[in-house]
């Protein structure tokens, strides 16, 4: 028996074919129309018509995949794209291991193919088989370069959300925050003021070999490829943190970014520019991390430091002066004088 249930607003139908459990989304909101397409699907059960879910081998997908880049595509887009199914998959065929697509200078002697080590060992997407693929695994795939732009770029939520793939500039290493009108929607940054924030080199690693699974004018797109909801983005980044076990949330990390730039010793100036806000608001949060650099700036001269000495020390070197000078000068003459000694006075 076929039974139905909800995921958010949409019913989904639950049935079993040759023993496989299978899950299916009804694609409608209202439980009557579900349940009309539920006796549906009970009649195609009863005439044993209902298709048996298939199992096929990701490996193999991607390799023919990967073969298919390779003969229609030009060698630089044929690599790009290989490498990001490696960084999502990782090495799990021939085609995408390290070494693949072998340079001219290694063609004849691959013993000297240089070792690379997978930087995205624990962060490949866990799937044996096509239908283990769900829509979860690449939203969690985009989040969590998502969370890497909040803390090392400072964003507020919805400017990262409303990010187009213009926005990003990857050879100036810039991310432009910046009002935008699109699809009839007009938008601005909270303070109504466009700014620029340079992208770190630990940013830039992560967002250059980034790539949005779904084709869409927006750098981060949400599960159907339109832009993510806000509210529903939090909700999703509070499901990650709970198991987890973390509290953070995007404020949090925004404000990871101002308090790394404040214990570097960085101006408040600075950090509200970069930030999108106003000194005043920077020094409510951050000043307080910054107590001992500003010792230094109050400082106008440095004081001379005198170095005290030991006015025996001073005496021997003295006498060892004038030991010199006296057997210079005996050299030299062959009268002898009498010799030199230190004498204090009182």
Known sequence: MASIFKRGNVWWIH??????SVCRSLHTTHERVALQRKKKYEALDALEQLTTPSKIPIKMILQDFCEFL?????????????????????PCCKAL?????????????????????????????????????????????????????????????????WLLESDVDMQNRLIRVRAKEVDGIFWQPKTQR???????????????????????????????????????????????????????????FRHTFGTQLAQK???????????????????????????????????????????????TNTEILLQELLDKIDALESKDQQTIRPRLRLVRHE
């Open 265 to 311: 010793g960085e101006s408040l100036y600075k950090i509200a520019e970069l930030m999108g806000n106003s000194p005043e608001i920077c020094r409510r949060h951050y000043a307080a991390l910054i107590p001992e650099a500003m010792r230094d700036t109050v400082e106008f001269t440095k004081p001379l430091t005198i170095k005290q000495t030991d006015n």
């Open 70 to 90: 390779q003969g229609t595509c030009t060698y630089k887009s044929a690599r790009n794209d290989l490498s990001y199914l490696r960084q999502f998959f990782g």
């Open 97 to 161: 291991e390290f070494g693949s697509r072998v340079p001219r200078k290694f063609r004849q002697n691959r013993k000297s193919l240089p070792k690379i080590k997978d930087k995205h060992t624990h962060r490949h997407v866990p799937v044996g088989y096509l239908e283990q693929i769900s829509s979860e695994m690449i939203n969690q795939f985009i989040r969590d370069r998502m969370v890497a732009t909040y803390i090392y770029a400072g964003l507020r939520r919805e400017e990262a959300l």
């Open 194 to 252: 466009n700014r620029s924030v340079p992208i770190s080199q630990d940013l830039f690693g992560i967002l250059n070999e980034y790539q949005a699974p779904l084709r869409s004018q927006w750098f981060f797109p949400g599960p159907t490829g339109n832009r993510w909801h806000p509210d529903y983005f939090s909700k999703c980044l509070r499901q990650i943190n709970q198991v987890a076990e973390l509290s953070w949330s995007s404020l949090d």
């Open 15 to 20: 049935y079993y074919v040759a023993n496989r």
